[in-house]
């Protein structure tokens, strides 16, 4: 896979996730005494971030070797430089 794919998988994924705050945020609301959270904004923050973290690394464990450091550092970076646009989805 290229980097311009993965690249491709990581925006897409960050896009779901975005068009599901306020499903997110609503949750939260509904169910406030059940999940305990103190700043529903940055809980939602964590999810969305670690959805996209979480799906780069997906990606590359499907590769025929194993991820390199530098890899997971790539996905990192892909991810990262889009959380101005996450934040202001979130806080903004």
Do not use: C, H, W
């Not at 980097?3 to 406030?32: F, H, R």
Request: no cysteine; charged share 25%; net charge negative.
């Amino acid at each position: 896979m290229s980097e311009d794919q993965l690249e491709t998988i990581i925006e897409q994924t960050i896009n779901g996730a975005i068009s599901t705050i306020p499903g997110y945020m609503e949750e939260i609301t509904q169910n406030k005494e059940t999940l305990r959270v103190e700043n529903p904004k940055e809980f939602v923050y964590g999810m969305i971030m670690g959805m996209a973290l979480g799906m780069g690394g997906a990606v590359l464990s499907t590769q025929k070797e194993a991820p390199t450091v530098e890899d997971q550092i790539k996905v990192r970076d892909m991810v990262y430089k889009n959380i101005p646009e996450i934040r202001e989805r979130i806080f903004g």
